[in-house]
Each structure stands twice: as C-alpha cells, then as structure tokens.
C-alpha cells in the first residue's frame, strides 16, 4: 500500500506515525498539488492531509483534482474523526482523507485500520 502525504500541516508527524503504526506501508509527502496528482494518476493508493479545518487546505486539492466522490473530511475542529464513518468512507471507495492536525494521532490509526480490515 502506497500513501501519499499532503495538506499543510504534520507532514513530517504523519509520516513517521504511519512507519511507527505499519512500517511496510511506503509513504511519500509532496505538496498538495502533486499528492493529489498521485491519486488522480494510481501511482499512490490512499491520500491523507492535514490543515486547521480538515477540509480546506487538507483536501482542496485533491477534492479538485480527484472529485469530491473520492474524498472524506474525518474530522474538523470541534468534530473528532467517527469510526464508523471512516470504516464507510472506505467502503464506498474514497481514497482521500483529511483531518485537523490535533486530530491526527486519532484519525491515522483509524484510517489505517480500516484499509486493512476493508481488503
């Protein structure tokens, strides 16, 4: 499984949670533009970006890129991600997720836990 790593904040964090979570996962981080490009062209399999609001600049690009059908907002501030409504996300084929960055350590594990148990 390839993720690509975009939005504007946590990056780095992300990424090494990821690791820390599965390390056969491979991961990459690109700017937004180009981590939503990599969805658009199969060359990544799921998408995760953080920012401040969960949906702006953690999925703007790829909601333009790939389609709103394909992207989740897990969380925003105020809302902390639903496991069952990442777990149906995934189910209806969405490949791009974004949440706040102080949600991060909940919804990556989540995220993740769901693709595995969607295969």
């Known amino acids: 499984m390839k993720i690509v790593i975009g939005g504007q904040v946590e990056k780095k964090e992300m990424q090494a949670l990821i690791k820390e979570i599965?390390?056969?996962i491979e991961t990459v981080i690109k700017s937004d533009i180009d981590a939503a490009m990599?969805?658009?062209t199969g060359k990544a399999d799921y998408y995760l970006g953080a920012c401040h609001t969960g949906g702006g600049g953690a999925l703007a690009m790829a909601i333009a890129l790939v389609?709103?059908?394909q992207c989740e907002t897990v969380s925003m501030p105020g809302k902390k991600p639903v496991e069952n409504k990442v777990i149906e996300a995934i189910?209806?084929?969405k490949k791009a997720f974004g949440f706040t960055g102080d949600h991060m350590e909940t919804a990556v594990p989540m995220i993740?836990?769901?693709l595995k148990n969607n295969k």
């Open 22 to 24: 599965d390390s056969s």
């Open 91 to 93: 189910k209806s084929g």
């Open 38 to 40: 990599q969805i658009k």
């Open 67 to 69: 389609g709103m059908d």
């Open 112 to 114: 993740l836990k769901a």
